[in-house]
Nanobody
Framework: QVQLVESGGGLVQPGGSLRLSCVAS????????MGWYRQAPGNQREWVAA??????NYADSVKGRFTISRDYPRSTVFLQMNSLKPEDTAVYYC?????????????WGQGTQVTVSS
């Protein structure tokens, strides 16, 4: 079992920045894909960014503005969000996912609210 705890959300003006953190209860980064998702009111949860091995990937809507990174010794994954827009407003969730040939392990944090508004 893996627990994920997010922090760093809040209220920010358009154009501002926030850094989200997700601490894992044990170091799983070597095997798991770590990702960030978000869900705005009335919308489905959508993928934002992921890091696996040495590779990072981003949704087109955040590419060039958001950066995902990991701190192995601290078992923490970050999402640096710059040039924030009102449409980035959502609850942001941390995800850890591992797929083997026959099994899948999928863990979620409780979410942290990000509100972009003037």
């Amino acid at each position: 079992q893996v627990q994920l705890v997010e922090s760093g959300g809040g209220l920010v003006q358009p154009g501002g920045s926030l850094r989200l953190s997700c601490v894992a209860s044990r170091n799983i980064f070597i095997r798991y894909t770590m990702g960030w998702y978000r869900q705005a009111p009335g919308n489905q949860r959508e993928w934002v960014a992921a890091v696996t091995g040495g590779s990072t990937n981003y949704a087109d809507s955040v590419k060039g503005r958001f950066t995902i990174s990991r701190d192995y010794p601290r078992s923490t994954v970050f999402l640096q969000m710059n040039s924030l827009k009102p449409e980035d407003t959502a609850v942001y969730y941390c995800n850890a996912n591992l797929r083997t040939g026959t099994e899948e392990y999928d863990y979620w944090g409780q979410g942290t609210q990000v509100t972009v508004s003037s």
